[in-house]
């Protein structure tokens, strides 16, 4: 199987250069910085990819069957692929590094790494993605490894046989049973809603299960119990009425994502979400700040949109710095 090899690659004189004018940053290694990195470097841009880690939400993936040109590929396998076509272009390259703010330096654009590195831009692409959201119950921070996951792909393996909960019964919820049908003893669904909100394919395959999976639709969680380790989840229903406690050892919480967009506040519009507005061409409400991927107001998230919008992203951005040279 491909393997991420960006920090092993970055050690080879291509990391960023502090003080240093690039013509573009682009934030965010997932699929639509990735992409982008790879138009910027074919139109000769001086380019730095930053990027807290690589791949994004793509690795928290096992199943892609709908990404063009491959019946069925895994999200790290995906993620690779990217990551192979860009180490082809001769681009800074920065992992490990957050960028924690962005702002103004006179006609330029200063970002800060949470490392206190600065760098400066001629135009910046953000393209943090989304991380998973909370659920802000008792218990919930405290088990965190110890049972409480918000990863099937990555944590799944180690629940084998045991009984676990999922919260969430839309796409990613709906996808993490399926990858524990396999491997766990009993899986039990809780969401708020009364309902599957996922694509009927998976919604079926869940179904096929009988009884190995129970729904508690029209549920919330109240409390996640345990020691050193889950020891169960306490949920009742939403309007009211008596608590019920499910006896698991797993809770993976799939209740959608949060725009990485905190480097952006005050700087540039955000949507009630948190995500950055941008119109049809990746531009932000800052000129010479363009956005692509998960973290803008761009509907339907999904790997290949995310991947268009970053090649998008980036002929805007080449477009913009041929309109601003000097």
Request: hydrophobic share 45%; net charge neutral; proline share 4%.
């Amino acid at each position: 199987m491909a393997e991420l090899k960006f920090l092993v690659s970055t050690g080879l004189g291509r990391a960023l250069k502090e003080g240093h004018l690039y013509d573009l940053v682009i934030v965010g290694a997932g699929p639509a910085g990735l992409t982008a990195a790879v138009y910027a470097a074919r139109k000769k841009l001086d380019t730095l990819l930053i990027s807290k880690d690589v791949g994004g939400q793509t690795l928290l993936t096992s199943d892609i069957e709908n990404y063009m040109g491959y019946h069925y590929i895994s999200g790290k396998e995906l993620a690779a692929k990217f990551e192979e076509q860009v180490m082809k272009y001769p681009i800074d390259i920065a992992v490990g590094e957050e960028v924690v703010s962005l702002g103004r330096a006179g006609e330029d654009f200063a970002l800060t790494t949470a490392s206190g590195k600065g760098i400066r831009a001629r135009a910046v692409i953000v393209a943090t993605g989304k991380r998973s959201r909370p659920l802000n119950v008792p218990g919930e921070r405290e088990l965190v490894g110890r049972g409480v996951s918000y990863c099937a792909v990555c944590d799944a393996p180690l629940f084998a046989g045991k009984d676990v909960a999922v919260i969430g019964a839309g796409n990613s919820g709906a996808t993490a049973v399926v990858d524990l049908l396999v491997i766990a003893n009993r899986i039990y669904v809780v969401d708020i809603m009364p309902g599957w909100r996922a694509d009927p394919v998976l919604v079926e395959r869940i179904e096929a299960a009988g009884e190995k999976v129970g729904t508690f639709f029209g549920h919330e969680v109240v409390r996640i119990e345990g020691r050193d380790r889950v020891e169960g989840i306490v949920v009742r229903p939403r309007g009211g009425g008596a608590e019920v406690k499910l006896p698991v050892q797993g809770v993976f919480i799939e209740i959608g994502l949060i725009p990485n967009s905190d480097l952006a506040k005050g700087f540039l519009e955000l949507n009630e979400a948190g995500e950055i507005v941008v119109d049809c061409r990746c531009r932000t409400s800052v000129p010479g700040v363009f956005a692509a991927g998960d973290v803008t107001n761009v509907p339907e998230k999904q790997v290949i949109i995310a991947a268009g919008e970053g090649a998008k992203a980036a002929l805007s951005a080449y477009a913009y710095l041929i309109g601003q040279r000097r």
